[in-house]
């Protein structure tokens, strides 16, 4: 299935747990704006190369719109439609004051210059010029971007509006309105919520393997993350290879520190070719990977990695989603029936719009905060929604998952009703 099957098919179960009334599950199946405009960005070698943007804004029932933007070359409308769904749902579930967007451009921005990167960001900008802004709609990065495009976006608007207007965005460089904490949010969020699975199951860090898949920014520090409280990585990939450790023990602290400086895993031994053998460690494919013998599995790559082909081979207790929709439905109901426990996006990867939030009303406040206030802050609303949902899950005897959404759909149908729109 789509991205946005899995999506609506995810809505449809937990509608049905919780008995949502038709007319609001009517609402919350389609988008309320789809935007889908063209970017001509001049290259530095003087051509013109036209680029495919997209921003859609699902639900703003519980607040503005928000959302990350993702420069991706297999991003499409299907994949942002599905990906603004989820944010709605997210957002709910944490109990933040928003609705859910998302935006892409179809793009390998690794293959753009700086400047032709700048243009395009600048373009994507001002195609979208009313239709964002601290009231309506709050972007932010995701896969493939960074700081420094949301910096490019909050100047580009800024320009437009005619002063300075730092909550356009989020996830901005602190120098220009970011908040403290931000760039590693959504690994710490995941952190606290995997603390509070560890409590209850009563794990021992130091007796437990985990393997990452994605070592973008939410893979590569949930690592590290990982690693200094006492959890050995024994796998690790990006999108070119897998690397897994052959000693047992776990890869080291340089080692974890070496793949997050060089932000791709087949750098740690400065391999040549990908078929390398290097003393410590061996590449694997990501297929490979996601079938490991490991106790936690850690998803932080893109959507659709566990699905009904290979979800009879995961052999991880719990899986840990930090990428949005990695697991399909009907992957679901197959880890579900072999006990295997899923720590969904929409509750797991929330530490960055939770922060994302935080860094907003700094912005509307002008008063920034210590990241030990923002971390603070953040544990409180990871750790009180997470046992929220843990109610729902047990008192149902459901999926994780559908309780997660189970949470999210009753505050959503609370606000759509107050509103008059049901």
């Not at 800024?158 to 904490?181: F, Q, R």
């Not at 776990?250 to 990908?274: N, R, W, Y």
Request: proline fraction near 4%.
């Amino acid at each position: 299935m789509s991205p946005l099957q899995n999506a609506l098919t995810q809505l449809k179960k937990a509608a049905d747990l919780v008995k949502l009334d038709p007319a609001v599950l009517e609402i919350l199946k389609k988008p309320k704006k789809i935007h889908q405009f063209s970017i001509p960005v001049k290259m530095d070698n003087g051509q013109t190369k036209v680029f495919d943007g997209y921003r859609v804004q699902w639900n703003d029932a519980r607040g503005p719109f928000k959302g990350g933007i993702r420069f991706h070359p297999k991003t499409d409308l299907n994949e942002v439609e599905a990906l603004s769904f989820w944010m709605t749902i997210k957002c709910a579930a944490v109990g933040i004051p928003y609705g859910g967007g998302k935006g892409g451009v179809t793009v390998d921005p690794k293959k753009l210059s700086t400047t032709e990167l700048e243009r395009l960001t600048r373009g994507y900008t001002r195609a979208l010029k009313n239709d964002i802004g601290p009231e309506k709609d709050i972007p932010a990065p995701d896969v493939y971007t960074t700081p420094q495009i949301m910096g490019w976006i909050m100047d580009e608007f800024s320009k437009i509006k005619g002063y300075n207007v730092p909550g356009v965005v989020t996830g901005k460089p602190l120098e220009i309105g970011g908040s403290a904490g931000r760039g590693t949010a959504t690994a710490q969020g995941g952190f606290y919520v995997l603390e509070e699975i560890v409590k209850k199951m009563k794990i021992d860090p130091k007796k437990t393997k985990v393997v990452v898949q994605g070592f973008g920014n939410a893979g590569a520090n949930m690592a590290d993350l990982c690693f200094h409280a006492g959890y050995k990585i024994i796998g690790v990939s990006d999108s070119q290879t897998a690397v897994i450790d052959k000693t047992g023990k776990g890869f080291d602290s340089h080692v974890i520190a070496k793949m997050k400086e060089k932000k791709g895993v087949v750098d740690i031994c400065d391999c040549d070719d990908l078929k390398c053998s290097c003393k410590d460690h061996i590449h694997i494919t990501n297929e490979k990977l996601l079938e490991m013998d490991c106790d936690i599995l850690v998803l932080a790559a893109l959507e659709n990695q566990i699905t009904k082909k290979n979800a009879g081979r995961v052999k991880a207790k719990i899986i840990l989603e930090l990428a949005n929709g990695p697991t399909a439905p009907e992957a679901d109901e197959k880890l579900f029936k072999k006990n295997v426990l899923v720590l969904p996006d929409v509750l797991a990867n929330a530490g960055g719009v939770t922060v994302s939030y935080f860094e907003w009303v700094q912005n509307l406040a002008n008063y920034y905060w210590s990241e030990k206030e923002v971390f603070e802050k953040l544990k409180k609303i990871m750790v009180e929604n997470f046992d929220e949902a843990w109610k729902i899950k047990e008192k149902n005897k459901t999926d994780f998952r559908t309780a997660v959404f189970a949470l999210a759909l009753g505050r959503l149908e609370k606000a759509i009703k107050a509103r008059g729109w049901a």
